[in-house]
């Protein structure tokens, strides 16, 4: 089963938590929790870390319900199915292409 796939089902199921990192970019960009999780749930990976420590790992883009680009990268444990959010930012467009899936290069 695709990591997304687990995520998404972690998520429904209430089986996530949120990084003290995460919950700083929040607050720092002004995205709320249920924005998160509707843009993850509805998202796509657009890059893969199955060598992250200690669980693979992806980046997830997605929309909020108003239209808005999310990128949330999130972990993925599969002993217990638990998803944790690791960072969640707004895309900055000089550090992504028009597309928000393509890192610009420097």
Known sequence: ?????????ALRSQRYRISGHAAD???ADAVEEP?????????EIIEHYPNA????????????????PIHAVWAFDPG???????TVYRPDPARWAVDLRTRVKR
């Open 80 to 86: 217990p199915c638990y998803a944790i959010l690791i």
């Open 1 to 9: 089963m695709p990591i997304l796939d687990d995520i998404c089902a």
């Open 25 to 27: 970019e929040m607050l």
């Open 35 to 43: 924005h998160v999780i509707h843009a993850t749930s509805a998202g």
């Open 53 to 68: 420590f200690p669980f693979p790992a992806c980046l997830v883009l997605g929309w909020t319900s108003g239209g808005d």
